[in-house]
């Protein structure tokens, strides 16, 4: 689903909400979730999921089709770590399909 597919779709639940206004609030919310993994806090949404940081250390890498290695610096990386109610809610659906029903 993309973004603008997503907007649409919140939109379409509520005769209420105009696309505009869903989109900002879209916006709001994602530039939050930005800002704080910048500043280094962690956000959790319960029954979702949590953003955190990953710290991954610099390493010697190597070119898979040269053969050439290379230093990697280190960084953070953006982690989403989903919550239990949503794995549950996922498997119960991709596990009843796969059992036919």
Request: cysteine-free.
């Amino acid at each position: 689903m993309t973004r603008s597919e997503l907007v649409s779709w919140i939109a379409g639940q509520s005769r209420f909400l105009d696309q505009s206004l869903v989109d900002d609030a879209l916006q709001e919310l994602l530039q939050y979730i930005a800002d704080s993994l910048r500043q280094g806090h962690r956000i959790e949404i319960r029954g979702f999921g949590s953003f955190s940081l990953r710290h991954r250390r610099a390493r010697v890498a190597r070119n898979p089709k040269t053969g050439v290695e290379f230093r990697t610096k280190e960084k953070y990386i953006p982690h989403f770590k989903p919550g239990k109610a949503l794995r549950d809610e996922v498997n119960a659906v991709y596990l009843r399909e796969k059992k036919g029903g």
